[in-house]
């Protein structure tokens, strides 16, 4: 079965400007969460959805923000971007059984912020 | 909060050598366990996984993992190293509970460099 799906892959975007990225989980999948990575920070945990409905959220910023469809596919936005916004953004699907099945990855989409 | 300490950022070892990657975690309550790896410019894969069955998990790639509730650790080893396993491995912790809802502590990640 197709894995979890991350769209674009690179992006390159300016100081100020904003961006919108997209997960699509795999299906069957109805929990989406995301994670942003870097080299100082490591992987720290942005929000989680769940049935279009925000149920977990980490210490980002307000600028920081997302959705989830009916379909379970999510975005993510990212709003006036900053130089340390660059970083490496992780999509993870997860059944409806909860955090003990694991958490199935994508491959990411790496921000350049200018 | 969760938290989980990876010791050693980079681990090196010669192919055919023993390797050893350490994972601590904090919770006073037995969590969630996982092992990623991670290959450059890619995701995360899921190696092995802790949900409180066996405290001794065998992952592929002879790679397993050892929880151990007195520790709080969950560390993880190979007998005998491969070239291919040279990568960037994480542990991370997940709580339990049905509204716990499915978020990952991570640790800082250990490169493995294998030396041939």
């Known amino acids: 079965k197709a894995g979890v799906t991350q769209t674009p892959r690179y992006l390159i975007k300016t100081r100020g400007q904003q961006v919108t990225l997209s997960c699509s989980p795999i299906?069957?999948?109805?929990?989406v969460s995301w994670y942003q990575q870097t080299p100082g920070q490591g992987l720290q945990f942005l929000f989680e959805?769940?049935?279009?409905?925000?149920?977990n959220k980490g210490n980002f910023p307000g600028r920081f923000s997302g959705r989830q469809f009916s379909n379970s596919r999510s975005e993510m936005n990212v709003s006036t971007l900053e130089l340390g916004d660059s970083a490496l953004y992780l999509c993870a699907s997860s059944t409806p059984s909860g955090p003990g099945d694991g958490y199935t990855f994508g491959s990411g989409t790496r921000l350049t912020v200018v | 909060a969760q938290s989980v300490t990876q010791l050693g950022s980079h681990v090196s070892v010669s192919e055919g050598a023993l390797v050893l990657l350490r994972c601590n975690y904090s919770s006073s309550v037995p969590p969630y366990l996982f092992w990623y790896v991670q290959y450059p410019n890619q995701g995360l894969q899921l190696l092995l996984k802790?949900?409180?069955?066996?405290?001794l998990v065998k992952g592929i790639n002879g790679f397993e993992a050892e929880f151990k509730k007195s520790e709080t650790s969950f560390h993880r080893t190979k007998p005998s190293a491969h070239m291919s396993d040279a990568a960037e491995y994480f542990c991370a912790v997940s709580d339990k509970g049905n509204n716990a809802g499915n978020m990952l502590t991570f640790g800082g990640g250990t490169r493995l460099m294998v030396k041939p």
């Open positions: 959805y769940f049935s279009e409905t925000q149920r």
């Open positions: 802790y949900t409180s069955a066996a405290t």
């Open positions: 299906s069957g999948h109805r929990s």
